[in-house]
């Protein structure tokens, strides 16, 4: 006050208020540099606390592969029958299964139609609808699914492309079932046309609520413009991912007991997807990556009908009555779908997700050199602004689906790559919440930070059995507290999660006043505990539902969302021999079915199917004491 009214007396402050000034400003400076560079961390731990359990999963699934193999090779409606049997026969199958003539519309109908041939109204009609949450009727769906069979399967596995015409293509990324992420990029790009070519590259499906209608408006465009239009394969257009990750559940959901009939029409659509797409003789687009055995023409020449799914080699039946599999050719398949770039030179196994490689920038130039390209365009990796470009330029990752982990925690992005090749990245966030775009950054990483720990939480919660077991161990006097390097070393190893367990601590542990951590806290924090076992389940069930969901989903073969008696008797046939155990008796057999229907309907639903693993455990709890 003094100083204003100095000011409008014609005075100037001293130099003493000039130093005040000065040093508040430097002060508020080093204040906000600090605060943003903790945000920073924060959204750093937080992003890698995603996909470092994103990974792991993926790991897990893969681990599977073993046990799968024994239950596919065995089942009745055995998966090997239909990998090995031969080009036609296999058609003939999967056109019996999905034939539309068998579905009858009902007259109450009243939901978006579809009627070939495609024209662009109808499919302007099928967003309108599908945004009102409408679902298009199975009838329509198959019919769509056969027409775009049969497109798909004229095409080579490597499709070639060129900006002659359009001057420009687009580049989309994994889409994963979220319908407003495509419909933003309609939005902002326009839709496809022969004027405006798109590029789909893979994981269309899986994770997201509205695969069903991603994939109808992108198989229906493909058909109104398959020489504008392109897709993909991804590594979740595979029947066995499908099963963990959503998209099965899905069908079960919208169309009930003719789910099968679709998931067949569905399965006969990925099997033909072409793997790859070159721009203009210099980009390489596909799903994954590459790695040291990368080579196009083998990958060419690739019979991609056989693989109903990557996860394992189809067993081709010779004339002779022996089997044959090709381990260098589903190589290819598995590098092409699953691989991942990395900083270091070389290539190595991804044991990170669990299949394909980590390949370096030797291996980026040494490929896109053996076949003249300039550049490699792919996906499958989340990033936090919807792209990333390593390798000095040469790879670029584009990821379109928005909020993929939580609201707020990464944008979309797309690629429009001119005939010049230098890609414009176009970046959107097609949250519902437009309030959320105007909420404080601060607030914005606390939501995505607090979603990040409770997902945490839970995992940890799920694992406590194995990880008291070595905290005790660490802590052979019984206090409650070990050294934080002991309790960060015991999360690593128990979860097998590389987090920076340190930085984290503050969240998930209390310490004592000396710097131990007081261990037991790890299963109160954030009163995870009441929110997960509400003792319904054991511990060790709980941590291995996904599992167990996945395992479900195999049995039922049907994919009726239920068990019935002849495929719970099957799959407990291919339990009892894959555990080494004595072959089941009839009588046997007769009385787990009978125990696992616990509601007497003659069906058994998923969560019958895990009241059964709890009252066993609850028995055999009793027995042993």
């Known amino acids: 006050k003094q100083w204003y009214q100095r000011r409008v007396r014609g005075y100037s402050p001293g130099p003493s208020f000039a130093m005040f000034k000065l040093r508040a400003t430097l002060l508020i400076q080093r204040w906000f540099r600090r605060w943003r560079a903790e945000l920073e961390v924060r959204r750093r731990c937080t992003w890698t606390i995603f996909q470092t359990m994103e990974y792991a999963n993926e790991n897990e699934q893969l681990k599977l592969y073993n046990f799968f193999n024994e239950i596919l090779s065995n089942l009745p409606d055995a998966f090997d029958a239909m990998q090995n049997e031969k080009g036609g026969g296999m058609a003939d199958n999967i056109s019996k299964l999905a034939d539309p003539a068998y579905v009858i519309i009902e007259p109450e109908y009243e939901g978006p139609n579809l009627t070939l041939p495609v024209d662009i109204q109808q499919i302007k ?26 497109k798909f399967k004229k095409l080579e596995n490597v499709q070639y492309i060129n900006t002659n015409i359009a001057g420009k293509v687009t580049i989309v990324g994994d889409l994963h079932g979220s319908l407003d992420d495509l419909l933003m990029i309609f939005h902002k790009n326009g839709l496809p046309s022969s004027d405006n070519p798109y590029v789909i590259n893979g994981d269309f499906v899986d994770r997201g609520p509205a695969s069903v209608e991603v994939s109808i408006i992108l198989f229906s465009l493909f058909l109104l413009y398959p020489n504008s239009f392109y897709l993909n394969r991804g590594n979740h257009e595979d029947i066995i991912i499908n099963k963990r990750y959503g998209f099965t559940t899905e069908l079960v959901n919208k169309y009930g007991v003719l789910a099968n009939r679709i998931a067949k029409g569905f399965e006969g659509v990925f099997r033909v997807l072409p793997l790859i797409t070159v721009v203009d003789k210099s980009i390489l687009v596909c799903h994954g990556g590459i790695s040291d055995i990368t080579d196009l023409e083998y990958i060419n020449n690739i019979p991609r009908e056989q693989y109903a799914s990557i996860m394992r080699p189809p067993h081709i039946q010779l004339e002779d009555g022996t089997e044959e599999v090709n381990l260098v050719e589903w190589r290819q398949m598995l590098d092409l779908l699953w691989s991942d770039p990395k900083a270091s030179l070389g290539c190595e196994p991804n044991t990170f997700r669990g299949g394909g490689t980590y390949f370096g920038p030797d291996i980026t130039n040494n490929i896109l050199e053996k076949h003249g390209f300039k550049m490699l365009i792919r996906s499958h990796e989340c990033k936090r602004d919807g792209y990333d470009v390593v390798h000095g330029g040469k790879v670029i990752t584009v990821f379109s689906a928005s909020n993929y982990y939580e609201q707020g925690s990464n944008l979309g992005a797309y690629i429009r790559l001119p005939s010049n090749h230098k890609p414009q990245f176009i970046q959107f966030n097609a949250t519902e919440n437009s309030a959320s775009h105007h909420e404080p950054l601060f607030e914005r990483v606390s939501k995505v930070e607090s979603s990040a720990l409770r997902d945490l939480r839970t995992r940890i ?38 987090l920076p367990w340190r930085t984290l601590r503050p969240k998930l542990a209390e310490v004592s006043t000396d710097g131990k951590v007081k261990y037991m806290s790890c299963f109160t924090n954030g009163g995870i505990e009441a929110n997960i076992a509400n003792k319904q389940v054991t511990e060790t069930i709980y941590r291995q539902r996904n599992t167990l969901e996945t395992i479900f989903r195999i049995l039922d073969t049907d994919n009726s969302g239920f068990l019935t008696r002849d495929e719970l008797r099957g799959g407990c046939e291919l339990l009892a021999k894959h555990c080494g155990s004595a072959r089941l008796s009839s009588e046997e057999l007769e009385l787990i079915v009978d125990t696992m229907d616990i509601n007497r309907d003659g069906e058994v639903n998923f969560n019958e199917f895990l009241e059964s693993f709890r009252l066993v455990d609850s028995k055999f709890a009793a027995l042993t004491q």
């Open 125 to 150: 009609d099928l967003i309108e609808q599908f945004k009102k949450h409408k679902i298009l009727h199975a009838k329509h769906l198959l019919t769509l699914l056969l027409e775009a069979r049969k």
């Open 461 to 498: 919660f799920a694992n406590e059995g194995p990880l008291l077991a070595g905290f005790h161990e660490m802590d052979p006097d019984k206090t409650g507290y070990i050294t934080l390097s002991d309790w960060a070393d015991c999360l690593r190893e128990t979860l097998n999660l590389d």
